[in-house]
């Protein structure tokens, strides 16, 4: 039996000779007690209360967790200062590493360091620490392949610099029918080769287990590890810890995966940063994309972001300098693309053929694409937008988005002060009244909102095309998996389209204008690059791979599509945003609460600083509590995206400090701005 040493009392408790003093970090969500405590280390404690350790202290009267994330010899505080009551565990979970980017992370988002922390590092599991640890298994030899990235300018070079362990920042955009999963597994091979460690995120469990299978192929499944939140708890932990350790060198996972604690990090990709699951939904709200940025520049990593779109953000990395663009010659990508075909295309060649097609839900060239793709044995892919009322507005003749003519904002019905008022056009974001609302594109004054289905589209399919199978993925059916070759019908929701063995013969794009329709400022890249994700499980146009799309082929989106040129229309989106003054061009700030909370809540930051207001107006539909509730966003030019952050933390302080009873909800370059 081990002798354990005895614990002296509380009285009789003597400091650490050397380094008696911790700075904590206390987990306290508050926003006025966000910095670093001192205490004392007891010297029973010497050994164990190390930087990155939890640990628990005494914190205005209550005992509280917290994390050691310094030893100093001396402080700056004036008064006596408490004892670290216990350290919960001597492992050093929280690294130096992730904890510098928790607190770049809180300051760039207005947050708070707990906040972030609680994100990062996962709850502890105390009989997975004291399982016994396995030694590192041998890595296979990782395989990195460069043949599959010679297709794209500048792709050898990726791999070259990842191979010599040189901090590269691209931008990738994958061909169609590209396996992405094997690029991305062949560029953590070049990184885990020299070396170094690779992390990759990914917007789902789908995604994870795909990558996670490549991954496995090239560097090993002793090397590899997958970090997601539908992990037990012990689960969880166990590879979380196998990670820090350094028992693993590659890790996949989703967003929470940003502050895996991989040691030497080389590699830091995110593929397909538009989707809003890399947006976390829990304050300070951080987005995958942007933690990588800055870890990469705070650890000397490369930095992939990857996807068959682009976004505005990913495009100012570009246009700024920081990230080169890695992509195919046109040549090659027309050779990998299927043939696209939109209402409109060829001066009207398609409505000439089928004079009912832009009102027709299924024209005539979508069915005659499906039939052929049928008739050659291959599966066609049916995108619909998911199924419910619009509750916004667009023109009742083209569907354009109802926007407001002072902010550019979307309109809304609201009601006056008189409950038996007509409701009439307001503005979402400023509350202006537009009740002579024309729509700038065509001229109409008719308003329209809207409900789209995919069962109903389910059983058109099915009359039409009797005796063919008709398979649902998403929209309240279980997502499918993958899809079997051979002739059926696949209706589902975007995101959840299943890819299939041997590709799609066809993919339909039905009702683009509902897609297009949504009053979120992202909602013309939203909408191509769901439909660049279906577009691209479809074969090329050489083995008869067909793509229609029901959209006007006049709007931008779609000349993108049929093309197949997001990185044009990122460039155009980023130039128009400029041009107005919206994100990622300006740091903009969205603030909600009770009326008298967000109007304190702005007062205070402009004067700190020079901020524009939109707003405030009504937050719709209503909080369950009947209480009224406004949002404002605040807007400023991006060099002061600092400053805003700051100024908004010190009304949040403020606001906490004297226990405001009524909470304000932050969001700095919200993901969706309605």
Do not use: N
């Amino acid at each position: 039996m081990t002798a354990t040493r005895p614990v002296p009392a509380r009285g009789q408790w003597t400091a650490a000779e050397v380094l008696p003093v911790a700075r904590v970090a206390v987990d306290v969500p508050l926003a006025h007690l966000d910095r670093p405590f001192d205490y004392r280390v007891p010297a029973h404690l010497d050994a164990d209360a190390q930087p990155g350790v939890r640990v628990r202290v005494r914190f205005a009267g209550r005992a509280l967790d917290g994390w050691v994330l310094e030893r100093a010899a001396t402080t700056e505080h004036d008064g006596r200062l408490g004892w670290i009551d216990k350290v919960v565990s001597p492992e050093p979970a929280l690294t130096p590493e992730v904890a510098a980017l928790c607190r770049t992370v809180a300051d760039r988002y207005a947050g708070v360091f707990a906040d972030v922390v609680r994100l990062a590092v996962p709850p502890r599991h105390a009989r997975v620490e004291k399982e016994v640890r396995e030694p590192a298994p041998d890595p296979a030899a990782p395989v990195a392949d460069p043949a599959g990235w010679s297709r794209y300018r500048h792709g050898t070079a990726l791999l070259d610099a990842l191979g010599g362990s040189r901090a590269a920042h691209a931008v990738w955009q994958a061909l169609p029918g590209e396996s992405w999963t094997a690029r991305l597994a062949e560029a953590a091979a070049a990184t885990a080769a020299a070396g170094r460690g690779a992390l990759l995120v990914v917007p789902d469990q789908r995604d994870v287990d795909a990558l996670h299978a490549a991954l496995a192929e090239r560097v090993g499944a002793g090397a590899v590890v997958a970090l997601t939140a539908e992990l037990g708890p012990a689960e969880r932990y166990r590879r979380w810890l196998a990670v820090r350790r350094g028992q693993v060198r590659v890790v996949v996972g989703t967003r929470a995966a940003a502050f895996a604690p991989i040691a030497r990090p080389g590699l830091l990709a995110v593929w397909d940063d538009g989707d809003d699951l890399h947006a976390d939904p829990r304050a300070p709200y951080p987005h995958v994309r942007d933690v990588l940025v800055a870890r990469a520049h705070a650890a000397g990593a490369a930095l992939l972001v990857a996807g068959f779109a682009r976004t505005a953000e990913a495009q100012l990395l570009v246009e700024s300098g920081w990230a080169r663009e890695v992509v195919a010659e046109r040549a090659v990508v027309r050779a990998a693309m299927p043939r696209i075909e939109a209402l409109g295309e060829g001066d009207g060649a398609l409505l000439a053929r089928d004079p009912d097609a832009r009102a027709a839900r299924l024209p005539h060239v979508a069915f005659e694409a499906a039939r052929a793709a049928l008739a050659g044995g291959r599966p066609v892919l049916v995108q619909v937008p998911r199924s419910g009322y619009v509750p916004w507005l667009s023109c009742g003749q083209c569907r354009e988005t109802a926007r407001c003519r002072h902010c550019a904002g979307p309109l809304g019905l609201r009601r006056g002060a008189d409950p038996d008022s007509p409701a009439l056009p307001h503005c979402r974001w400023c509350g202006r009244p537009d009740p002579a609302f024309r729509c700038p594109a065509c001229g109409s004054r008719r308003l329209r909102a809207g409900v789209v289905g995919a069962g109903r589209t389910a059983e058109e399919l099915g009359r039409a095309f009797p005796g063919v199978a008709v398979r649902a993925s998403g929209g309240g059916a279980a997502v499918l998996a993958s899809v079997p070759s051979g002739p059926s019908l696949v209706v589902a929701t975007p995101g959840a389209e299943p890819p299939a063995d041997g590709g799609y013969g066809a993919a339909l794009l039905l009702d683009g204008w509902a897609m297009l329709s949504r009053p979120d400022l992202r909602v013309a890249e939203e909408t191509l690059r769901r439909w660049l994700a279906a577009a691209a499980l479809v074969v090329p146009h050489t083995d008869g791979g067909r793509v229609v799309s029901t959209a006007d082929a006049a709007l931008p989106g779609v000349q993108a599509l049929v093309r197949w040129d997001p990185a044009h229309h990122a460039a155009a989106e980023l130039a128009a945003r400029t041009e107005v003054g919206f994100p990622p061009a300006v740091r903009m700030a969205a603030v909600e609460g009770v009326p008298t909370a967000v109007a304190e809540i702005v007062e205070e930051v402009r004067a700190a600083l020079e901020v524009e207001e939109l707003g405030p107006v009504e937050i719709e539909p209503p909080a369950p509590d009947g209480v009224e509730r406004e949002r404002s966003l605040l807007r400023v030019p991006r060099a002061r995206g600092r400053e805003l952050a700051a100024a908004l933390h010190a009304a949040q302080a403020a606001r906490t400090a004297r226990k405001a009873p009524d909470p304000v909800r932050v969001r700095l370059d919200p993901v969706a701005i309605e």
